[in-house]
């Protein structure tokens, strides 16, 4: 067999790892996945098995014309995706959505890793970053506690979150610019582009008192059981400010001081939403200081109250879990490595994407990414305009990195198409045009490697 020469070592074996494993040992690497489970467990948890689902048993929605995340399942079927593969196997009546039987999803997973002639298993904690061999990390957001440190040692403290705390990120298109206006608190910054860095969203006195009691009334999601609520420090949810006082908001996130409302200059606002640009397409924004426990639902209509966002589209709705993640753009080059150690790379939800199909998906990268490096084959450039190229180019360079927080893949990660409406009517045509474009691009990307990766030489 090609490319015995080097093994890869992946250290964990949930979704990302098992893409990983499987994508380089198809490619003719051999592999040893270093599993902790069931030896050391997690709070979440509940087996020794690969590929377990720790809460959902959906990998959401499977339409690949229309959505974004099933544009990833459709990309990963293309790859021989094992995690794609086996929920097919395991799939169970959802509508739209790919929602599996988790127990026989798991036990297919690790049966076909542990079947694979290529694979070892080994269950022990991996403590350390080593410093030879090549090397994949995804030990996804309940990183372990020792090497949670060692990650730290090696980056630096501010450089590897333990909690994430996800404000609300909004289609740029759907923001109302005849309420909004562009402005940085105070005028502040050297050039024209930062004085009007922010978007601002103006509230009368009533909006705000409403727009408060919406908040305290909003039903809230509860912590996990195990997941200690550490994130009180500098990232309070908004309801939780709201609920110290009715005044509490108007004094931090949405004070409205150094700022002059450039459609109504004479009114002064009583309160001020801003919105961060938070990549560097421009498409997407985030609504500062708006980290949330609210559920979902409650989420969009509240965060609707706001004047500008009447008619929002949402690119993700807030959170805050307990997460372990690195600030990649900082840290990781294009092809996933470490800067600073390049023998090692991360996967999955560590690197700052979020959820089962979009950790998935980073393990089939940086295990396609690793087997060519072991084979000395370079692989060719992973395709922006595709799925796992939206998402892989946001963490890796396209997000901005002072507030990097963890991303699912939506259409906003994607470079805009020239010539089709804008808005909510052109929507289904564009979000077509996206995954037309992916489709091709993706394929072609394939073909490029052969079969399984196994790219002519
Ligand atoms: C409580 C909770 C609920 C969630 N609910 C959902 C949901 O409903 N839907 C969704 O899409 N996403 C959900 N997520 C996010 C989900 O966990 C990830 O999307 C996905 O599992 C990440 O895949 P991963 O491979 O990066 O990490 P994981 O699937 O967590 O795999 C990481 C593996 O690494 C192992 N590991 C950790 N440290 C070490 C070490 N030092 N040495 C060896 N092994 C180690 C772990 O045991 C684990 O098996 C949830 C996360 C949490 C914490």
């Not at 109302?176 to 004085?195: C, F, I, L, N, P």
């Not at 060719?380 to 998402?391: F, K, N, T, Y």
């Amino acid at each position: 067999m090609r490319g015995m020469t080097q093994e890869l070592h992946i250290v964990g074996g949930g979704m990302a790892g098992s893409e990983a494993a499987w994508q380089a040992a198809n490619m003719g690497v051999r592999v040893v996945i270093h599993e902790m489970r069931p030896k050391v467990k997690t709070f979440a948890h509940q087996t020794g098995n690969f590929g377990e689902m720790v809460c959902s048993n959906s990998f959401r929605s499977d339409d690949s014309e229309q959505n974004a995340v099933g544009l990833l399942h459709w990309e990963m079927r293309q790859a021989g995706g094992l995690i794609m593969q086996t929920a097919q196997t395991h799939r169970l009546p959802a509508g739209g959505a790919l929602a599996v039987d988790r127990e026989a999803f798991a036990q297919s997973v690790t049966d076909a890793l542990t079947a694979h002639p290529n694979i070892l298993i080994s269950n022990e904690e991996i403590t350390e970053l080593p410093s030879e061999g090549q090397w994949i990390f995804a030990t996804g957001p309940l990183t372990s506690a020792a090497l949670g440190e060692a990650i730290q040692h090696e980056t630096g403290a501010d450089r590897l979150a333990f909690f994430d705390a996800i404000a609300p990120i909004v289609y740029a298109e759907s923001i109302d610019m005849s309420v909004a206006w562009r402005q940085s608190r105070y005028d502040k910054g050297e050039t024209d582009a930062e004085q009007k860095a922010y978007l601002n969203c103006p509230m009368t006195k009533d909006q705000y008192e409403a727009f408060i009691d919406a908040l305290l009334a909003a039903e809230k999601t509860e912590f996990h059981e195990g997941e200690t609520a550490g994130y009180f420090d500098g990232c309070l949810p908004i309801e939780v400010m709201a609920e110290r006082g009715r005044e509490t908001l108007r004094h931090g996130p949405m004070k409205p001081v150094g700022l002059t409302n450039a459609h109504k200059p004479e009114q002064k606002p009583y309160a001020v939403v801003q919105l961060r640009r938070d990549n560097a397409l421009g498409t997407l924004y985030n609504i500062v200081g708006f980290q949330t426990k609210m559920k979902y639902g409650a989420q969009a209509s509240v965060f609707k109250m706001i004047p500008g966002l009447e008619n929002a589209s949402f690119a993700r709705l807030g959170g805050i879990h307990r997460n372990t993640f690195l600030n990649s753009p900082t840290l990781l080059d294009a092809q996933m490595r470490l800067r600073s150690r390049p023998n090692i790379r991360f996967a999955g939800q560590v690197t700052g994407v979020e959820g089962y199909v979009e950790s998935a998906a980073m393990g089939l990268l940086a295990g396609r990414m690793a087997a060519s490096e072991i084979l000395g084959r370079p692989l060719p450039e992973v395709p922006q305009d595709s799925a796992h190229g939206a998402l892989i180019h946001h963490i890796t360079g396209g997000a901005e990195a002072k507030t990097f927080q963890p991303m699912n893949v939506n259409f906003g990660l994607f470079r805009p198409l020239e010539g089709l409406r804008g808005g909510r009517r052109g929507r289904r045509d564009r979000y077509k045009g996206y995954t037309d474009r992916a489709k091709a691009v993706w394929e072609v990307w394939l073909a490029q490697q052969g079969v399984d990766g196994q790219a002519a030489e």
